[in-house]
Structures are given as structure tokens and as C-alpha cells.
């Protein structure tokens, strides 16, 4: 016998396996995917303070980076002479999403971390507080690095492969 369950939302019936129960609320799938667009929108207006132009703006930069790093890539490609290795952080993803050689948080560098938080179950108070702990760790990494007087790329690395781990650990 199959378990019906109601979206609390909606009031659709489904099988208990395909609702989500979040704080005693039962959601069906379109429900919950509402849920948490919406909740997002309000993390990232709200909690970390990014309107739309800002976010806009990011977008861009990033759509650039992308478009300039395709067009060097088969640059690349047709000049079968070129030896030179770009240098990449092994096993890391962030780089797709960010390119660009700066040491603040993208958009979409805070997203991904707000995103491990919330997916973790923490509420809006604990992803705040995570996320300035986490802001707050990087800065005072960099700061640490700059003592060292290593180049602007390598610095790039270094804080891209130290938001890795962030992203990475539990
Ligand atoms: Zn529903």
C-alpha cells in the first residue's frame, strides 16, 4: 500500500518518498523548488546584501571572463607551436566560476557557500554568521599571504584553492 501524503503548499497528493518534510511541512517538488528560489532571493538581498544591479553587474563580469577565457582557449588551440601551460589548481572547481584575478567573494563564490549552509539545514541567522566567519577567515589569510610578498597569480591561487577547502570541509 502506497503512503499519500498532502504538499502542505499546494494541497497535491504523492507518495511520501516524493515530498520533502522541511520543519514539519510536507512539499511537493515544484513547492519546494519555489520555496528555496525564494529563499535565496531573500539570503542574497537580505542577509548578504546584494541588489540586483550589483548582481547584474557580477553576472557580467562573469559571462566576460568566460567568453575571454573560450576566446584564448582556441587562440590556443590554433597555435600548435605554443608550449606554455597555464598553471590550474588540481581537483578544483572553483575556478570555472571565477576567473577573474580579485580577492573579494564573488556573487557567485558567496552563492556556493551559502548554499553548503543551507543545504547543511542552518537558518538565515546561522548562513549569516557562517558567512562573515568565512569572509573574515579569508581576509585575514590574505592579509597573512601579503606578508610574503608572493606575486598577485600565485595569491590568486593560494585564495581560490583556500575557498575550496571552505566549500569542501563540513
Ligand atoms: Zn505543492
Excluded at 59 to 83: A, G, W
Aim: hydrophobic residues 25%; positive net charge; aromatic residues 8%.
Amino acid at each position: 500500500m502506497k503512503k499519500l501524503e498532502k504538499c502542505d503548499d499546494c494541497g497535491k497528493e504523492d507518495r511520501k518518498k516524493n515530498l520533502k518534510r522541511i520543519n514539519g511541512n510536507w512539499f511537493c517538488k515544484g513547492c519546494n523548488n519555489k520555496r528555496i528560489k525564494k529563499h535565496r532571493e531573500h539570503l542574497k538581498r537580505n542577509v548578504l546584501g546584494i541588489n540586483k544591479e550589483q548582481e547584474r553587474l557580477e553576472n557580467n563580469q562573469i559571462k566576460n571572463s568566460y567568453k575571454r577565457k573560450y576566446y584564448q582557449k582556441n587562440k590556443k588551440r590554433e597555435d600548435k607551436n605554443s608550449k606554455d601551460k597555464v598553471p590550474r589548481i588540481r581537483g578544483s572547481k572553483i575556478r570555472k566560476i571565477s576567473k577573474k584575478i580579485h580577492f573579494y567573494l564573488t556573487l557567485e563564490e558567496k552563492q556556493f557557500l551559502f548554499k553548503k549552509y543551507y543545504l547543511k539545514g542552518l537558518d538565515s541567522d546561522s548562513i549569516e554568521q557562517r558567512l562573515k566567519e568565512d569572509i573574515e577567515y579569508l581576509r585575514n589569510y590574505l592579509k597573512g599571504m601579503r606578508e610574503q610578498e608572493i606575486s598577485d597569480e600565485e595569491l590568486n591561487i593560494k585564495f581560490k584553492e583556500e575557498f575550496a577547502k571552505l566549500i569542501m570541509e563540513d
